[in-house]
């Protein structure tokens, strides 16, 4: 690529996706006479352009993870109501592991944006994040459900112990 006396022929970028990031490879043969600000406006509008190309994929990406977790935060109640509470916990394990991944795509987001590098706030961002709220509140209400239907069964068990001590 070459504007002005740029000539950035031999730089490439690489996408860390997972930690939102851009890696550049290579170098800019620039003549001293070109000010530096142009330098910085070209890698602005690469680098920007870069971060737009995949800001949908790193946002469909919390999308995804919140969409996870809550089916498995639904699926440990489903496990629990009939009577699978091994299975139950670790479905809800597997809940905190896309929370996770969600949260760290979140985190890494919100760094850059402190660092100055600005995201634009979309419709799908605010999606994004709905998913994401809606999962951790479906989470945590699981949790409880699930504990609820543990003590019943253990409760239950106890009962039929003792009509059958009865009988």
């Known amino acids: 690529m070459r504007i002005g006396e740029l ?3 031999k730089l490439t970028y690489s996408l860390d996706r997972a930690n939102c990031k851009v ?13 530096k600000y ?9 680098y920007e352009r870069v971060l737009n190309m995949d800001y949908e994929e ?6 995804v993870n919140g969409g996870n977790a809550r089916s498995l935060a639904m699926e ?3 496990k629990a109501k009939k009577g699978d509470f091994a299975g139950a916990r670790d479905s809800l394990s597997k809940v905190e592991d896309e929370l996770a991944n969600a949260h760290k795509i979140q985190t890494e987001l919100i760094q850059n944006e402190a660092a100055g590098v600005k995201s634009e706030v979309s419709l799908l961002m605010v999606h994004a994040q709905d998913h994401l709220m809606n999962a951790i509140t479906v989470k945590d209400m699981s949790k409880e459900i699930v504990d609820i239907y543990e003590r019943m069964y253990r409760e239950n068990r106890e009962i039929d112990k003792q009509n059958a001590k009865g009988d």
């Open 58 to 63: 790193i946002v469909c990406q919390i999308i």
């Open 76 to 78: 440990a109640v489903a």
């Open 23 to 35: 890696f550049w490879h290579g170098n800019c043969n620039i003549n001293e006479w070109m000010p």
């Open 38 to 46: 142009e330098f910085n406006w070209f890698f602005d509008i690469v």
């Open 7 to 9: 000539d950035c022929s």
